[in-house]
């Protein structure tokens, strides 16, 4: 069983920055993948934002790239999504999800709100 617990969500305007964490209760470097998604009011999938694995390859969908950046402390077991020149469109709950073949698990997301 893997725990994961979002933190760094709230309210920010357009434009500006905001740095998520995910905090898990097992080593992360024996995890093979992490991700950030997220689900907007309204819609009934989550979108994915960004994997990072446990090499550090990183990819991010065309919506959040040049803006958004996954990141790892493994000392820490802790991954980051800093996000900055924030929009409007981004506003949603993001939730940090780890994949422990051949379970995913999900935290209990955490809310962004982009709004001036």
């Known amino acids: 069983q893997v725990q994961l617990v979002e933190s760094g969500g709230g309210l920010v305007q357009p434009g500006g920055s905001l740095r998520l964490s995910c905090a898990a209760s097992?080593?992360?470097?024996?995890?093979?993948?992490m991700g950030w998604y997220r689900q907007a009011t309204g819609k009934q999938q989550r979108e994915w934002v960004a994997?990072?694995?446990?090499?550090?390859?990183?990819n991010y969908a065309d919506s959040v790239k040049g803006r958004f950046t996954v990141s790892r402390d493994n000392a820490k077991n802790t991954v980051y999504l800093q996000m900055n020149s924030l929009k409007p469109d981004d506003t949603a709950v993001y939730y940090c999800k780890a994949r422990v073949a051949p379970v995913d698990y999900w935290g209990q997301g955490i809310q962004v709100t982009v709004s001036s």
């Open positions: 097992i080593t992360i470097s024996s995890i093979y993948a």
């Open positions: 994997t990072i694995t446990r090499w550090g390859d990183t």
